[in-house]
């Protein structure tokens, strides 16, 4: 090998399939912005989504070109959510060599494919906990409503809405779950 870089079948992927790839990664960094979430943890899911094989650490690194910090920290939060599992890697490594079959034996990780199982997740882990502390901030803020003295009326009609809010959904929530799909069998 000329340069001394180690050859992987991560980046012979990125040789043969890079358009689909990059593409992926960008459209996952954009749906995560949307909802306030770091950039690099929608590249790191577009990455996995995007790859036929499990992707490991250093691989994910390498081919997206971000800090260790980044990948761990994004590698967390996805599995925190249900997102990403981790894999088996392929077991044809009696081909390569010794170095890359040690860095192949590394934990490997897998985009989670089910809708169903993504959106649990993110209830699970961020709207959950929300909606437990909304409750007790939206009787702090109708209790604040009804002590303010000017724009009493006003006020109240507000933290009466976001009640509505949190009503609505919390009901529709369940549903929507159950409509994406069947739970995943394990």
Do not use: H
């Not at 009493?152 to 933290?159: D, S, V």
């Amino acid at each position: 090998m000329p340069s001394g870089r180690i050859i992987t079948t991560a980046s012979i992927t990125l040789a043969t399939n890079g358009g689909f790839e990059q593409e992926c990664v960008s459209f996952f960094a954009e749906v995560v912005q949307l909802f306030g979430v770091p950039k690099s943890v929608g590249q790191i899911y577009g990455l996995l989504y995007a790859s036929p094989e499990p992707l490991g650490f250093p691989d994910i690194v390498e081919r997206l070109d971000i800090s260790k910090g980044s990948a761990s920290q994004g590698l967390q939060l996805l599995r925190s959510l249900g997102a990403i599992n981790e894999a088996e890697r392929s077991s044809s490594l009696s081909n390569l060599s010794s170095e890359i079959k040690r860095e192949a034996r590394g934990v490997a990780y897998e985009p989670e494919l089910s809708l169903r199982q993504l959106v649990t997740g993110v209830l699970r882990e961020r709207i959950a906990p929300m909606a437990t502390t909304g409750t007790d901030r939206l009787k702090r803020l109708k209790e604040l409503a009804e002590n303010s003295p000017a724009n009493n009326k006003f006020y109240l009609g507000r933290a009466k809405q976001l009640e509505t809010w949190r009503k609505r959904f919390t009901t529709v929530m369940p549903l929507l779950t159950a409509l994406l799909g069947p739970k995943k069998k394990r």
